[in-house]
């Protein structure tokens, strides 16, 4: 028996096919090409055919799918919500998935989600029952398992964690982005460099080698390797940030593990020790000593392995 | 069939004994008068075993108890944790009262998890599977129920929410409370109060008739009555504070109810439109409008009902 994990992101299709221990037998990627709408579940579907009726996998036959997706998981409906999918505003993807797959069980969640049920399955957060994945990646996102359940909250939205409130006073650059992910996401990192270029005349640092409007995390991630000062403060504030965010989770949950993912961690990560002498300022005292804060150890892999735990959560109940 | 409900304070012992549909059919409260260690675990079992044996419950006898106690729950090793009774650091209550209670199941939880428990059963967040108290008395903590069940971290501390970071940069005051409860418990109202009558030596109010120490969160909400500009300066950034707390939750849990309750709210249930309109900025844009925030029903009795609810769900779990 084996288990099929789809990772949709916002441009290209992960999938992998796992054995009943996590070992994955078989993965392909494949490009979404700009396609939108029903082309999308057009393609999700025409795969999971090929694979769910290939023999490739002999006596072991793909029995459970799960699918991750970049939004929101409707549980009740079974309809996605993913802004950076044209068209998918409320996608009837289960019931689309599900005419073609007949009695093999179709599980769908976030890729918040999916992610930390990745490193529970197979990454740093093995075996835990309370975990967090924090992904920063142009967002900031939050998936959350408390006593090894994903925490849904009433509406599927639980997690949005980039919308925490962090820094008095409110300013009305929060509004569309919120105070946490305005400040350190990947795209807020970039937008506060700019701003500060706008506005110090006198600097003549490598970050003006670019048009400022295009600059992005990563020439900031390049600069701070040449002790670029604006890379450096932008840097030192979003330590701050990201210490505050996670001694919160720590206070409000008492995990076992908080996980660092998500594109800026990558090279965000030697950043972990300063971030943790912050989180210490700020947190419940115990409880801040009972967590391990870990980068991710399956990288951009996490929400496909977590499709696969999902596949093998169904199983389970099925059984 | 009877259920009993125990919540054991600071300073007295309440307890009421409800029908399954958790109707009161006897309520009882005795002040600890100063016991402490081991006389507050006889006075428990006194009282529990006085209640268990006596027949004035006819044909509905206690079948099932549960205790809410001011602190934490060990739920692995059924002691409690209890700062404000004295030699209760690791007090090995359960096995205690399960001396002298044989068949009858006793449940232990802390205060927080049994006030939004009660709530859930018998107040303003019936039915709800995803709920949370906010409790604001001398200190502050949340209990939080994800689908339908208490939220209790990895080691029991979960919601320590007076350690939430909501303000940089972090001061050294809040080492000892943590960033929220310094600005916006009870005590920190009062602490803050104090701290501008001291630097303030202009103001001649209303408050200055009371030595500047002794000044308490009630004096600022009389004060607040008669127009005072302290009490006006403390509360508004109060209602900051709360506001972007709740946002917090709300973005991080997606619930549908925040009840608040504790000692403040209280007199601080006025403030509930402003705290909204604060939370409203802050939070994430779709949660915040799926959430119904409120006063608590049942105001001190939350935990004694929690307690109760406790007690009941004890019973269909063995059922």
């Given at each position: 028996?084996?288990?099929?994990?789809?990772?949709?992101?916002?441009?290209k299709?992960?999938?992998?096919?796992?054995?009943?221990?996590?070992?994955?037998?078989?993965?392909q990627?494949?490009?979404?090409?700009?396609?939108k709408?029903r082309?999308?579940?057009?393609?999700?579907?025409?795969?999971?055919?090929?694979?769910t009726e290939?023999?490739?996998?002999?006596n072991?036959?793909?029995?459970?799918?799960?699918?991750?997706?970049p939004?929101?998981s409707?549980?009740?409906?079974?309809?996605?919500?993913?802004?950076?999918?044209?068209?998918?505003?409320?996608?009837?993807?289960l019931?689309?998935v599900?005419v073609?797959?007949e009695?093999i069980?179709?599980?769908?969640?976030?890729?918040?989600a999916?992610?930390?049920l990745?490193?529970v399955?197979?990454?740093?957060?093995?075996?835990?029952?309370?975990?967090i994945?924090?992904?920063?990646?142009t967002?900031?996102?939050?998936?959350?398992?408390?006593?090894?359940?994903v925490?849904?909250g009433?509406?599927d939205?639980?997690?949005?964690?980039?919308?925490?409130?962090?820094?008095?006073?409110?300013?009305?650059?929060?509004?569309?982005y919120?105070c946490?992910?305005?400040?350190?996401s990947?795209?807020?990192?970039?937008r506060?460099?700019?701003?500060?270029?706008?506005?110090?005349?006198?600097?003549?640092?490598?970050?003006?080698?670019?048009?400022?409007?295009?600059?992005?995390?990563?020439?900031?991630?390049?600069?701070y390797?040449m002790?670029?000062?604006?890379?450096?403060?932008?840097?030192?504030?979003?330590?701050?940030?990201?210490?505050?965010?996670?001694?919160?989770?720590?206070?409000?949950?008492?995990?076992e593990?908080?996980?660092?993912?998500?594109?800026?961690?990558?090279?965000?990560?030697?950043?972990?020790?300063?971030?943790?002498?912050?989180?210490l300022?700020?947190?419940?005292?115990?409880?801040?000593?009972?967590?391990?804060?870990?980068?991710?150890?399956?990288?951009?892999?996490?929400?496909?392995?977590?499709?696969?735990?999902?596949?093998?959560?169904?199983?389970?109940?099925?059984?």
């Amino acid at each position: 028996m084996s288990l099929l994990g789809i990772d949709l992101g916002g441009t290209k299709l992960a999938m992998a096919v796992f054995n009943l221990e996590g070992i994955v037998i078989d993965r392909q990627y494949i490009s979404l090409d700009g396609r939108k709408g029903r082309e999308v579940g057009t393609l999700i579907t025409n795969n999971i055919e090929a694979l769910t009726e290939s023999d490739q996998f002999g006596n072991d036959p793909i029995r459970s799918i799960g699918i991750s997706v970049p939004g929101i998981s409707r549980s009740k409906t079974g309809t996605v919500w993913a802004p950076n999918i044209p068209g998918w505003d409320d996608y009837p993807l289960l019931s689309e998935v599900q005419v073609g797959t007949e009695n093999i069980p179709v599980t769908i969640d976030s890729d918040r989600a999916c992610s930390i049920l990745g490193e529970v399955w197979q990454g740093k957060a093995k075996g835990c029952k309370d975990a967090i994945f924090l992904a920063v990646g142009t967002g900031i996102g939050a998936g959350i398992i408390t006593n090894g359940i994903v925490l849904r909250g009433a509406h599927d939205i639980s997690g949005a964690i980039g919308w925490m409130a962090l820094s008095k006073p409110f300013v009305d650059d929060y509004t569309n982005y919120g105070c946490f992910e305005y400040h350190a996401s990947g795209n807020g990192i970039a937008r506060i460099a700019q701003k500060i270029l706008h506005e110090e005349k006198s600097y003549s640092g490598s970050l003006r080698g670019k048009a400022i409007d295009e600059i992005t995390s990563h020439d900031l991630f390049s600069a701070y390797e040449m002790y670029d000062p604006i890379a450096t403060q932008v840097f030192q504030v979003c330590i701050e940030y990201w210490g505050m965010a996670i001694a919160n989770l720590v206070s409000i949950f008492n995990p076992e593990k908080i996980i660092l993912g998500g594109g800026v961690f990558g090279p965000a990560i030697q950043f972990i020790p300063s971030i943790k002498a912050e989180a210490l300022k700020w947190a419940q005292p115990i409880s801040i000593h009972q967590v391990s804060i870990e980068a991710s150890a399956l990288g951009s892999d996490a929400a496909v392995y977590g499709a696969g735990h999902l596949a093998k959560q169904a199983m389970q109940t099925k059984d």
